[in-house]
C-alpha cells in the first residue's frame, strides 16, 4: 500500500480550529494515518513519497452539498423575456425550455465538463439533482459511468416529481431506488439519495412514500424548501401550515431530511429544524439569481444544525460560493460579525459532509479520507493563524488549487485534472447545449 507524507507551510485540519504552520500529513492508502509537524514527519517517515509544498495551504477539500450539473446547459439559453420571479422562472423557463428538454447525452456532456471544473476548483465530493421526466429511465446510471471516469466523490439523484403526471412520478421514485440499492451493493466512491422536487408538485402520500423508500435503504430524503414565497403560501393555502410543519406533520421533519435553499422560514421552521435535526444545505448565489431571497443562515448556524454549502448549478467555483456566503450574509444583517470565515469555510468542509451523511469525510485527521486540496498562499500580506481563512476565502479563486486529491488518488496536478481534456469536453458541452437551445426555440 503507498504511503506519502504532504508538507505544506499551512494545514488546515478542521476549519473549527487555528490553522497550524509547517504541520503536514502521512496518507496510507485511501486514508489520512497522521498529523504532525513537517521536522516530526520528515524524521518519521524517511522511505514515504514526500509532497514538498512551499508556500500552499493544504485544506480538506470542498463539498458542494447540492448541485444541478445540467444547470450549465442553461447558461445564455435565448430567451424573449426574463422571468419576473419565482414562479415565472420555473413555469415560464426552468420547467419547459431546460428541465424537460434534457436527454441521456446532453447530461452525460454536462456531467464531463462540470465534474473536471469542480476537481480543479478544490471540490473533492458533490450531491447532484437530476429533474429530466423524459430522461426516464436509466439516467442515473449512464451519469455514474461519467462521475467515476472523473474520480470525484459524487452523491446522484433524480428529482422525481408529479408535475408531469403521477406516472411519471413513481418512474423518478424507482430511478432512485434502484439506484441506491445498486451503489449501496456495489460500493465505490458514488451514492444514490432519494429525492423530490417540492410540496406544491407532489402530494402528501407521494412524499410519505419517497420517506418510506429511503428509510428502506438506509438513505437521505432530499426536499426543496421555501426557495421563493410561493411554497409557504401554497402549504398554508392547502395545508393550514408552513412547509417544515407540514413534513413535520407527516413523521419526515428529522435527520433522514435534507432540505435544501430554506430561504423563507419563520422562527417555528427554524426551530423544528434544530429540535428534529434537520439536514440543510445553503445556495447563496442561485438564491440571489431566481429571486428568492436571503436565506436565514446565521440563525441557523447558531443552532449548530448540520449544515452545508451548494453551488445549484449556477456559479461553481466554490471560492465564489464561499464568498457569497461570506458577504451576503453580512449585508442583510448589516453586520461584519456574521458569518465569520472559519464557519463559511466549515461549511464548505465538513459541515457539507455531515449534511449529506458522508462519513470521515471534511476534516483532515487519522482515519479520515485523504480528500484534501492544495490552495496557493502567495498573497501580498502575510498569512497567520488569526487571519488565513479570511485571507484565502476572499483572494483565492479554483485557479488558485494546484493539486487535488480525492480517496487518496491525485486527481489533479499543477492546476489541471489528470487525464482530461478540458477542451474537447467544452466542445462536447457547447453541442448539447446547442440541441437543448434548438428544442427551446421549438415550443
Request: charged share 20%; with cysteine; net charge negative.
Amino acid at each position: 500500500m503507498s504511503t506519502t507524507i504532504i508538507l505544506p507551510e499551512w494545514l488546515i485540519s478542521s476549519a473549527l480550529q487555528p490553522p497550524k504552520h509547517n504541520w503536514g500529513l502521512r496518507i496510507q492508502g485511501d486514508s489520512i494515518t497522521d498529523i504532525a509537524s513537517n521536522d516530526h514527519l520528515r524524521r518519521k517517515y524517511q522511505n514515504d513519497q514526500i509532497i514538498e509544498a512551499p508556500g500552499k495551504v493544504l485544506s480538506p477539500g470542498f463539498v458542494n452539498a447540492h448541485t444541478h450539473i445540467y444547470g450549465v446547459l442553461a447558461h445564455g439559453i435565448p430567451l424573449e423575456n426574463a422571468p419576473s420571479g419565482f414562479w415565472p422562472f420555473l413555469e415560464d423557463f426552468w420547467w419547459p425550455l431546460v428541465e424537460n428538454s434534457l436527454d441521456h447525452d446532453m447530461i452525460c456532456a454536462a456531467t464531463d465538463l462540470r465534474c473536471a471544473d469542480m476537481l480543479a476548483s478544490g471540490v473533492t465530493a458533490f450531491y447532484n439533482c437530476t429533474e429530466a421526466p423524459f430522461a426516464l429511465p436509466g439516467c442515473l446510471s449512464t451519469q455514474k459511468e461519467r462521475v467515476l471516469r472523473s474520480g470525484i466523490r459524487g452523491i446522484l439523484s433524480f428529482e422525481a416529481t408529479e408535475r408531469v403526471s403521477k406516472a411519471n412520478g413513481q418512474l423518478g421514485l424507482k430511478e432512485n431506488a434502484d439506484f441506491i440499492e445498486t451503489c449501496n451493493r456495489e460500493g465505490g466512491l458514488v451514492s444514490g439519495l432519494m429525492c423530490i422536487h417540492t410540496t406544491f408538485t407532489c402530494s402528501p402520500e407521494f412524499i410519505r412514500t419517497a420517506f418510506d423508500m429511503a428509510g428502506e435503504r438506509s438513505a437521505l430524503l432530499h426536499a426543496h424548501v421555501s426557495e421563493g414565497t410561493y411554497e409557504p403560501e401554497y402549504t398554508l393555502r392547502t395545508y393550514g401550515l408552513r412547509p417544515l410543519q407540514f413534513y413535520d406533520s407527516l413523521g419526515i421533519a428529522g435527520p433522514g431530511l435534507l432540505a435544501s435553499q430554506c430561504v423563507h422560514l419563520d422562527a417555528v421552521e427554524m426551530q423544528i429544524i434544530a429540535q428534529k435535526g434537520v439536514r440543510v444545505s445553503h445556495q447563496p448565489l442561485s438564491n440571489c439569481e431566481v429571486g428568492g431571497g436571503i436565506a436565514p443562515i446565521s440563525e441557523l448556524a447558531a443552532l449548530d444544525i448540520s449544515m452545508g454549502l451548494g453551488s445549484d448549478g449556477y456559479i461553481d467555483d466554490f471560492f465564489e460560493v464561499m464568498r457569497g456566503a461570506f458577504l451576503i450574509h453580512k449585508a442583510h444583517h448589516r453586520d461584519p460579525r456574521v458569518m465569520p470565515a472559519h464557519l463559511v469555510w466549515h461549511l464548505a468542509t465538513e459541515g457539507g459532509a455531515r449534511a449529506l451523511g458522508l462519513e470521515k469525510v471534511g476534516r483532515l485527521a487519522p482515519g479520515w479520507k485523504a480528500d484534501l486540496q492544495l490552495i496557493n498562499g502567495n498573497l501580498p500580506t502575510p498569512l497567520s493563524a488569526h487571519n488565513l481563512f479570511e485571507q484565502m476565502l476572499l483572494y483565492r479563486n479554483a485557479n488558485d488549487v494546484s493539486m487535488v486529491m480525492v480517496d487518496g488518488m491525485i486527481r489533479v496536478q499543477d492546476g489541471r485534472a489528470i487525464g482530461i481534456d478540458r477542451d474537447d469536453l467544452l466542445s462536447k458541452t457547447r453541442s448539447a447545449a446547442e440541441r437543448l437551445w434548438s428544442k427551446a426555440r421549438d415550443i
